[in-house]
């Protein structure tokens, strides 16, 4: 392991412009958890950043383990902590290449498109939740925040290895790509509950921005608009509560009444209906 004590190292400002968002190739993932996720998909990292203080720590001494001494520098507390996005670090951090998905030719299981989301909190939420749902490609329009930023990373506590990701998309490109129809979320007219009819074994989710929606131009060119019913009490649901109550709907209504959503509801195993659903 290389030792570092001078903020004018190249690792040490490289691993600052990763986390100031300024290297568009590259991640960097914080904490034991993220980096521990990391390994199991793709393995090593480009560089591993162990803060001194806590290079003795179990889980540390773990993720070293698996990884080559090359590739590890144990840096100064203060340099560790220059570079590191939270208040409170947990000791190491790697910096990895951004992952970069194949190209889309199909979409025929349900998928999410996530439309002009602003939030980091909401994005990582949603991938999370997107995970736990058994949703393999999450499509983020051009204008979302960005997928692989740290904040976005710590939210979805790793369903980002669980996932597809494909950012800046354009909604024409995607749409003739489709073997399956387009639900949108919407307030407006014409919109249908989602607790009436019958809900497709798969489709492309349409999920907007937090204060403006789904884009006009999508919400006319989606096979259904949905709504979700609520009390006046508030406008409308937060974007990634949304989300969520989508796709579990879609995941309940599928699933046999012997399969429990614990058990994976093997979508693969469930027969489609057709897209004159609606």
Known sequence: ???IQSKDNLVVRQGMKVAAGRDKTRILLEGVHLCEEWLKRYGPPESVLV??????????????????AARQYLLADALFNAIATVQTPQGIMFVATRPIPAAITRLATTALWLDRLQDPGNLGTILRTAAAAGVRDVLLSVGCVGAWSPKVLRSAQGAHFALEIHEHQHFPDIRARLDMPVLASSLGPGARSLYSGVLPADCLWVVGNEGQGVHPDILADADQCIFIPQSNAVESLNAAVAAAILLFEQRRSICRPDQSLAGGCPLSDINRLPMSWI
């Open 1 to 3: 392991m290389k030792q």
């Open 51 to 68: 803060q001194g203080s806590a290079v003795d720590h179990p889980d540390i001494a773990r993720l070293l383990a698996a990884n080559e």
